[in-house]
């Protein structure tokens, strides 16, 4: 096996821990010696041992000698886990070869400066673009500390995401509707708009097999979600987060006695301040957000910038109706000029629909 196969091979043990390791980045390691694989780790759950530990502990054979593939530089400071420099030093590997640099301010660089003054050869970049788009939320995460957020809606091809009556379900087909849910699964966080709460009553769960169910957060500017919602009926179960610029205490208590957490926060353009609200939530350690908002939430997280990328289902129907609902709302811009350009699109056919994915490009 070449640096690049091996890595892939590292790649593809990170992504088992997809949907387990945030705030966290994924990571996967592999030990070659003498030419066959000794080792294979991952970083398995958040607080957990990181991969390098785990591929060392694996190993068959005296990894003395042999050479360590990691998809993320090591790391050289103490956290919840002690550091894997030391350990790799400690195991006598000669070289290390390594996908990502790791942004995290406490390791940046010094990772690999301590593996080369001890000796051990060091070969970054392999495969860097792959290992770089696996922790795209970690990394946006880690230098902002705000969440990753995704805009995802299912329209038809004629751009819209419901009938004129109101009806959506529904627009895609099953493959699409199950890919969904496992973006509910990746992402640590929902956010919706207290319409949709309103017209749908959802519950916004992730209903993929040994998935992972995401914390619910309801942008509700007068705190209007019916406290008899079941978003507010399994609070208790699946956090739930309201975020409102309700400051009234007894409107407040309703909604904290069946469990959700109520965040007050400034107004901002007659909705919650997105901005005050992504600053809270990365501190509460949500670092991604599936933003399942309608028209108008859509448009207010763009306009203030908050939106990192888009995950367009498209299905081949037409729905037609002047008044049927489109997935971005709002003023709009006024020229095709002033659009919100989107880059490094990517496209992904699923059963009888489309998945376009595309990254939010700021001026
Ligand atoms: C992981 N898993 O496999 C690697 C990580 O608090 P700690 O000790 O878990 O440290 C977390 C940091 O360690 C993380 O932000 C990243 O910079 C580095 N590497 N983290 O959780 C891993 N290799
Ligand atoms: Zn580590």
Redesign the pocket.
């Known amino acids: 096996m070449n640096d690049a196969e091996s890595m892939r091979l590292a790649l593809a043990l990170a992504e088992r821990g997809r949907g387990w390791?945030a705030p966290?980045?994924m990571?996967g390691a592999v030990i070659v010696k003498d030419g066959a694989v000794i080792g294979q780790g991952w970083?398995e759950r958040?607080?957990k041992p990181?991969?390098?530990r785990n591929a060392l502990e694996a190993c068959t054979a005296d990894p003395a000698g042999a050479i360590m593939y990691v998809t993320?530089e090591?790391?050289c400071h103490h956290?919840?886990?002690p550091p894997?420099v030391e350990a790799i030093l400690a195991s006598g590997i000669r070289r290390v070869v390594i996908g990502s640099a790791?942004p995290?301010p406490?390791?940046a660089g010094k990772g690999v400066a301590i593996l080369r003054s001890h000796g051990v050869e060091v070969t970054e970049n392999v495969l860097r673009e792959e290992c770089d788009a696996l922790n795209r939320i970690f990394f946006h995460y880690?230098t902002t500390g705000r969440p990753f957020v995704s805009m995802k809606y299912a329209m038809t091809m004629d751009g819209k995401i419901a009938a004129y009556t109101g009806a959506s379900k529904w627009v895609t087909g099953e493959t699409a509707r199950r890919h969904v849910q496992q973006q509910r699964h990746r992402f640590r966080g929902i956010m919706v708009g207290v319409g949709t709460v309103l017209a749908d009553d959802p519950l916004l769960t992730c209903r993929m097999e040994n998935g992972r169910n995401p914390v619910r957060i309801i942008c509700d500017t007068h705190l209007r979600t019916p406290p008899q919602a079941q978003v507010v009926a399994t609070a208790d179960q699946i956090p739930t987060i309201l975020a409102t610029c309700c400051a009234d205490p007894e409107r407040q208590v309703v909604y904290q006695r069946a469990g959700c957490q109520v965040l007050c926060l400034n107004e901002e353009n007659g909705h919650v301040d997105l901005r005050q609200l992504m600053e809270r939530l990365g501190q509460e350690q949500i670092d991604s957000i599936l933003l399942e908002g309608g028209g108008t939430l859509n448009w207010a997280a763009l306009e203030c910038g908050i939106v990192q990328q888009v995950q367009a289902y498209i299905a081949p129907k037409l729905l037609g109706g002047r008044d049927a609902k489109t997935p971005v709302e709002g003023v709009g811009v006024p020229t095709p000029d002033d659009a919100f350009r989107l880059k490094n699109s990517r496209m992904e056919r699923l059963g009888e629909d489309l998945l376009i994915e595309s990254e939010v490009e700021y001026p």
């Open positions: 390791t966290n980045p990571v970083h958040y607080g990181h991969a390098e993320l090591p790391c956290g919840k886990q894997c790791d995290n406490l390791v880690i």
